[in-house]
């Protein structure tokens, strides 16, 4: 490609599993983006930069149990090349997704209390909060993660979903609100996760009703917290 601005369009269409079938697009080697979960022949675009280009489209299976409907459907129709202002409308109406410079995991809200636990005798910390109430539990991947492919697996759901639904109101990164007290009696914490089958962002944080049910997890797996 010798001109700026230039894109490569295609429609995709896929009815999958989030992150066990997905379609990654390849440019020079290098994966640039992927696409998983529901698209309804959505228009999607890759910015070409000035130089030349070996496109792959490589549709991905990756193995996990614990499925009950598996669905791999993925398609790619009328792939073009576009340029001028048809390329610079179809980019600006591409999806925008948050991303840091880092991946974290933190949770706000009222009357809680970080602590840290240390499993197996380790010495480094995993971040656990003491939550009384409501929070929010905000996760920011790391810029270039391949975000169409995340699932938040919820206390409260018994059901995986898509990450992309999950954008905070802001724009900033993606959130998920819980009540503690609504949690199963039975179910001393809630540990939301977020992750992907195909990529290597795995995010996760513990939040415990109050110290009691905190020191009874302890006493059943031998973690220790302070």
Known sequence: MDREGTVLAFDVKTEANTGLYSLFI????????????????DTCAVEL???????????????AAGYEEIRDFIAVDEVRVLTGD?????LAAQPVYPFGENSDVYVEGEDIRQVKGYFGGSEYPVPIYIVPGKAVVHFT?????????????????????????YVSEDGSDFSFALDMTKLDAQQPYAAPHVFSHCDSEDLITMLFRDEG???AFCAQTGMTWE
């Open 49 to 63: 930069p000035t130089g030349e280009h070996e496109i792959r489209f490589i549709a991905s299976r990756e193995e």
């Open 26 to 41: 390849e440019d020079n080697g290098k994966i640039v983006t992927a696409f998983s979960g529901t698209h309804e022949w």
């Open 213 to 215: 049910a905190l020191d």
């Open 86 to 90: 048809e390329a610079a409308e179809l």
């Open 141 to 165: 991947l790391a810029r270039g993660s391949l975000v169409d492919t995340y699932i938040l697996n919820s206390p409260f759901s018994r059901t995986s979903e898509d990450l992309v639904n």
